[in-house]
């Protein structure tokens, strides 16, 4: 419409990601409030719980997660994957190793995400039916905090690819682990019943025709790290 073209639509855009959506979900800001100019953003970033609160009080016209909680009536569509991938120091032993078994990981130290976080939901669900457990050594609030405890030799961690786009992977090695990369879906969700403004509305078409688009190119630093362990993302 005319308004669009103009710049027009104002108001702001509310907004709850979980701690590993805040690596990309700006890549997709940039591009949105540069054609709607007149468009605020409210950007909350939390853990899978703290958001799970935001959605179940009501506060924001979207949320990005990457397992849709279940039991409240939501849309959602996926528009991403998230892989996570087992990272060591850079030049560990294991990092050397062509290809590791669930079994040789679980014996190392592990650095775990804190309780409440979708990243170590994911991980606790996919060893559980594996049948393996982990040797948790340190728990950990921060993607960062691990990523930097990793390199600081502390031990090994699984973390989401994206937490290593654009250089996030600098002090670290990929390891090759049989059955890795765990791959999840990141979705954009709301609640079904609340009313879509104008300008959530503005946003869910821009992410439905070119969301992924802007996403792909994004993602391909990881991506180059990932097919070192023999995956893709
Ligand atoms: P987290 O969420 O930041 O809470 O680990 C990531 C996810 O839900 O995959």
Redesign the pocket.
């Known amino acids: 419409t005319l308004a669009d073209l103009r710049g027009l639509k104002a108001g702001t855009l509310r907004l709850s990601v979980?701690?590993?959506?805040k690596y990309f979900v700006p890549h997709l800001l940039g591009p949105f409030c540069e054609r709607y100019p007149g468009i605020e953003v409210s950007f909350h970033v939390?853990?899978?719980?703290?958001?799970i609160e935001r959605l179940e009080a009501g506060l924001d016209d979207f949320y990005v997660?990457?397992?849709v909680p279940g039991g409240l009536s939501l849309e959602s569509s996926a528009f991403l994957d998230?892989p996570?991938v087992a990272i060591a120091a850079e030049g560990h032993a294991l990092s050397r190793q062509p290809a590791l078994s669930l079994e040789d990981i679980a014996r190392e130290p592990f650095l775990m995400?804190e309780s409440?976080?979708?990243?170590?939901?994911?991980i606790e669900q996919y060893l559980q039916q594996q049948g393996q457990t982990l040797n948790v050594k340190m728990t950990v609030e921060s993607?960062e905090a691990i990523r930097h405890s990793v390199m600081a030799g502390l031990g090994i961690s699984i973390l989401?690819a994206h937490t290593l786009n654009l250089g996030g992977w600098v002090g670290l090695s990929p390891l090759r682990v049989e059955g890795l990369p765990i791959v999840?879906q990141?979705h954009l969700v709301r609640p079904s019943r609340k009313r879509l403004s104008v300008v959530a509305g503005a946003f869910q078409q821009f992410m439905e025709e070119q969301g992924r688009a802007v996403l792909a190119d994004f993602v391909e630093d990881a991506g180059r790290f990932v097919a070192a362990s023999g995956a893709g993302i």
């Open positions: 979980v701690t590993t959506a939390g853990n899978r719980e703290q958001i997660f990457s397992h998230n996570l995400r409440g976080s979708g990243t170590r939901h994911a993607n989401s999840t990141w």
